[in-house]
């Protein structure tokens, strides 16, 4: 079963930027299409970026399109979520979770069958 990891979060003041990872456990993550999603109190899951199986093809919700950066090494199975210029609304617990490719693009979080336990992003004014 596969397991994915999140890590970078952490306390940030606005304007600064921070480096998600997403570490997936097994020999099969290059073939899965990879997304960030994030979640803050009292909200529900948003859909923020996602990445096909080579990394070449991404796709950004309007919200964060032009801050934040998707990528990914399949060499280390690790997908990255690079954030700038954050800001107080950016505050949520970030998730990875991955699909089998099929569509493009899928945005909902039921389209995805795995998760992380998510990282904590906290960015104060």
């Known amino acids: 079963q596969v397991q994915l990891v999140e890590s970078g979060g952490g306390l940030v003041q606005a304007g600064d930027s921070l480096r998600l990872s997403c570490a997936a456990s097994g020999r099969d993550f290059s073939n899965y299409h990879m997304a960030w999603f994030r979640q803050a109190p009292g909200q529900e899951r948003e859909f923020l970026t996602t990445?096909?199986?080579?990394?070449?093809?991404?796709y950004y919700a309007d919200s964060v399109k032009g801050r934040f950066t998707i990528s990914r090494d399949n060499a280390k199975n690790t997908l990255f979520l690079q954030l700038s210029s954050l800001k107080p609304d950016d505050t949520a617990v970030y998730y990875c979770?991955?699909?089998?490719?099929?569509?493009?693009?899928?945005?909902?979080?039921?389209?995805?069958?795995?998760w992380g336990q998510g990282t904590q992003v906290t960015v104060s004014s």
């Open positions: 979770a991955r699909r089998w490719p099929s569509g493009w693009p899928r945005v909902r979080p039921i389209d995805y069958t795995s």
């Open positions: 990445t096909d199986t080579t990394g070449r093809m991404t």
